[in-house]
């Protein structure tokens, strides 16, 4: 007999190693181990949501008929790591060897590999494009830009195409997809399930390993089995996505999801099949409940940007987490850690992320994300925060969206230029700068918002490496526009404002 590996982001019953094995020998192992819970600081919810979901699971495959060796993080013979449970498991059923699907981490990758155990590894098809599909499609680019790749995705899967031409006419919507926050939301947000006794059994566990971490593990809401994961999306085709696509990029004081979908999540470990979702989205669009701007910027979500990220991952290898292009150094601010601050739209990122493990792509990548960038923030302290915070990281999909989307770390292979903004984007896209001790109307003085100030000292010291990038002229030749006084206010004024960041002072 075997043992079958499935990790607590693997919880798909097509997953190739189940495919692979025989239930009727083979045994399936599952372990809640402290090296998975703690490599970062991850949020409570997160772990509660996994543990419970794998407990789920677990008790799917059973009644299945498998057999499951499921080590819990309080059994007093738990080893605390993944290979540690497989080598202990192997000697309890003097197993042959183990068979598992390639984890999404390249750190887990290596450990199982270095296992002083017989395993094979197969690869995870749950996804549209493999290595060698996203590897041949590479292959020869100059420049390795996602909606090239998403029209690929969408020929490969017929997804909102009309014979071999997009739907409409048009690859992409997303020009559609700008507006500013609305004055009201009408959709009540993520559908919300009370937690059963599995649920709660967990929370307290949770509750009593993790309770420093940060992050508020109650109220808890989150689905935590496929059929869960399956009514919420249901709910969320019904009332969010008509109006998806127009805010999709909007933030709001009072709203923390608007339209969004909040499906990240239960994609990312296996409860719903991204296809299952994309066609889900398609069928609404054709059947007339919801425009075309909102489901294809949607399945370009999943389709798109969800593959194109782990196509960069495992092209680039295991050191991508660490590129550091721009030499960025300065520590992670407390604020992300919930510390006060005077800015209010980070204090609404980082609060909601404290409460919900979530925030949705805007936040994360035009305020915390772009914060971070201007302020010069070590990318390995930025990766790790967003890996330890949100429910739906990964290394796989969140080193991507981090070292390369929102800090400019891996020198410009996902992105053209720097994702930055002065204040200005964010008070266009949301109702936070009303609510700001900083104006954003001012670009200098005690008053200025930080993201004017920083805009321009971010551009002062990179002008070497992207006054030459086409995309970027503009800003450049404003800057030089500028007097030489002028200049030296604004350098000076954002200097002394980091030094306060750097001294712990309430910026």
């Known amino acids: 007999m075997r043992l079958v590996l499935v990790l607590g982001d693997q919880l798909s019953p097509n997953l190739s190693a189940l495919r692979k094995c025989d239930k009727a020998s083979d045994v399936v192992v599952m372990a809640e181990v402290g090296d998975e819970a703690s490599y970062v600081p991850h949020h409570p919810k997160k772990i509660a949501f996994l543990f419970a979901a794998m407990r789920k699971f677990a008790d799917h495959l059973r009644r299945d008929g498998w057999q499951v060796a499921y080590t819990r993080l309080d059994d007093p013979e738990n080893t605390g790591s993944i290979t540690g449970e497989l080598i202990r498991r192997a000697s309890e059923h003097k197993a042959a060897g183990v068979v598992y699907t390639e984890p999404g981490e390249w750190r887990l990758i290596a450990a199982l590999g270095d296992m002083p155990l017989k395993s094979h590894s197969l690869p995870d098809d749950r996804f549209i494009a493999s290595h060698a599909d996203f590897d041949a499609w590479a292959e020869g680019r100059k420049q390795l830009r996602m909606e090239y790749f998403y029209r690929d995705m969408r020929r490969k899967t017929g997804l909102l195409m009309d014979g071999d031409q997009p739907e409409g006419g048009k690859w992409n919507y997303d020009h559609d997809n700008r507006k500013p926050a609305p004055d009201s939301v009408d959709y009540a947000g993520p559908m919300q399930f009370t937690p059963d006794e599995t649920v709660e059994e967990v929370l307290d ?4 390993r993790f309770g420093n971490n940060f992050g508020d593990l109650r109220p808890f809401w ?34 923390k999801f608007l339209y969004h979908g909040i499906v990240g999540l239960y994609l990312n470990a296996g409860l719903l099949d991204p296809l299952e979702v994309c066609q889900a989205a398609e069928a609404a669009y054709r059947a007339g409940h919801a425009p075309l701007n909102a489901v294809e910027g949607f399945i370009r979500q999943i389709i ?14 295991p050191d991508y987490v660490s590129r550091n292009a721009l030499g960025h150094s300065r520590k992670l601010p407390a604020m992300y850690w919930g510390a006060p601050t005077k800015m209010n739209c980070i204090a609404k990122a980082v609060d909601q992320t404290k409460t919900e493990a979530y925030a949705h792509h805007i936040q994360r990548l035009m305020v915390t994300g772009n914060f971070a960038l201007l302020a010069g923030i070590d990318p390995v302290e930025v990766h790790e925060w967003y890996l330890a915070v949100y429910a739906d990281a990964y290394e796989w999909v969140e ?15 996902i992105a053209s230029k720097p994702y930055i903004s002065s204040g200005n984007y964010i008070h266009k896209m949301s109702d936070y700068c009303g609510t700001c001790a900083y104006r954003v109307q001012d670009k200098t003085g005690a008053d200025a918002c930080p993201f004017n100030l920083l805009y321009w000292h971010f551009l002062n010291r990179h002008r070497d490496r992207f006054a030459s990038n086409p995309r970027m002229g503009n800003m450049y030749s404003v800057w030089d526009k500028m007097d030489a006084e002028r200049k030296a206010l604004i350098l000076g004024q954002a200097d002394k404002w980091l030094e306060h960041l750097e001294i712990g002072k309430n910026v």
């Not at 566990?205 to 009593?208: C, S």
């Not at 689905?223 to 127009?246: M, S």
């Not at 798109?304 to 290898?317: A, D, L, T």
């Open 205 to 208: 566990l949770v509750a009593r």
């Open 304 to 317: 798109g940007w969800r593959e194109y990220v782990r196509g960069i991952y495992f092209r680039e290898g």
């Open 222 to 255: 989150f689905a935590i089995d496929t059929g869960q994961a399956r009514q919420h999306l249901a709910h969320w085709i019904k009332g969010g996505l008509p109006k998806f696509g127009d805010y999709q990029d909007a933030m709001l004081n009072d709203h």
């Open 399 to 413: 080193a991507p969206n981090v070292i390369g989307m929102s800090l400019f770390a891996d020198d410009g292979i």
